[in-house]
Nanobody, 111 residues
């Protein structure tokens, strides 16, 4: 059974940092693209960042320069380092590796 398990969410003040982790031990991690999405109530999930199997990265314009996606192929974990967080970053963040999704982790940024 394939599982993607996110962790690292929480409550942080505006300007703070969090690092999300996506544990993907049960997929062929090294040859898979991994992405992070986020979703707020009433809205569709939006792509935040993606890292390809060969470390090509892409980011949503709203997070460029603040978020960094990375991967550790030995540990089979993907990360999303989030710096200078803003209230608008508040959302449930999901790890995705097609066609699988994690359960999501809540990130809340207070003013």
């Amino acid at each position: 059974q394939v599982q993607l398990v996110e962790s690292g969410g929480g409550l942080v003040q505006s300007g703070g940092s969090l690092r999300l982790s996506c544990d993907a031990h049960t997929i062929r991690f090294a040859i898979s693209a991994i992405s992070w999405y986020r979703q707020t109530p009433g809205n569709q999930r939006e792509l935040v960042a993606l890292i390809s199997y060969d470390d090509f990265t892409t980011y949503a314009d709203s997070v460029k320069g603040r978020f960094t996606i990375s991967r550790d192929n030995v540990k089979k974990v993907a990360y999303l380092q989030m710096n200078n967080l803003k209230v608008d970053d508040t959302a449930v963040y999901y790890c995705h590796s097609s066609p699988y999704w994690g359960q999501g982790t809540q990130v809340t940024v207070s003013p």
